[in-house]
Structures are given as C-alpha cells and as structure tokens.
Nanobody, 124 residues
Framework: QVQLVESGGGLVQAGGSLRLSCASS????????VGWFRQAPGKQREFIAH????????GYADSFKGRFRISRDNRKNIVELQMNSLRPEDTAVYYC?????????????????WGQGTQVTVSS
C-alpha cells in the first residue's frame, strides 16, 4: 500500500505557473505508476497525465499537452506536475493517484490509491 500527499497548490494569476508535488513514503514507490487528475466544482474528475514507475513512459490528455509536464524523482519519492500558462478554467482540486506496476491509464477507476488533493485557484 502507498500513501500519497499532494502539495504546491495555491492562488495564481492567469498566465502564471505552479508546480504540484505528490510525495510518498516507503521504498516501493518506484514500482507505482502515478497519475494526476483534477476536479472542478460541479464537474467530473478529469485525467491530466500519467508516468510509469521507472519514468520510462509518459502520457497526457490532449488538452494538457504542451502546457503541463509530469516528472518524477524516485530517489525522493515524488512525482511533480509543472503547470504553465494557467487559465481560470484550470481552477480545481488536483489529485495524484497510484497503481502498482501501473502502465498508462486515464481511467480513475484503475487507481486504488489517492491523495487528499490540493486546491489550485487561477484568478483572471
């Protein structure tokens, strides 16, 4: 089992950037694929990106390609989401999620482990 803690959210002006982090304890984190999702008020949870355990494969939802970037450092047990050119419509709670030996998946039901989320608010 893996525990996930997100951080890095906050208030930013449109056009700005934020870097979110997803931290985990334990030495097995490198075996987990990690995805980032977000959920805006009144909307369904939305897939953003996924990275495999050894970071050999990355995948993004089309709407985030070129603007968001996922990365990981298994020595530090963290996965990060760099978000650039933020827009008011990016306002949401952002979650990281993990699945053991997880290959790419955009389906939230494939991820059994979730963090508590971090709020991102983009002002216009």
């Amino acid at each position: 089992q893996v525990q996930l803690v997100e951080s890095g959210g906050g208030l930013v002006q449109a056009g700005g950037s934020l870097r979110l982090s997803c931290a985990s304890s334990g030495d097995m984190f490198r075996k987990y694929g990690v995805g980032w999702f977000r959920q805006a008020p009144g909307k369904q949870r939305e897939f953003i990106a996924h990275i495999t355990g050894p970071a050999t494969n990355l995948g993004y939802a089309d709407s985030f390609k070129g603007r968001f970037r996922i990365s990981r450092d298994n020595r530090k047990n963290i996965v990060e989401l760099q978000m650039n050119s933020l827009r008011p419509e990016d306002t949401a709670v952002y979650y990281c999620a993990a699945r053991l030996w997880g290959i790419y998946s955009a389906d939230e039901n494939d991820y059994p482990y979730w963090g508590q989320g971090t709020q991102v608010t983009v002002s216009s």
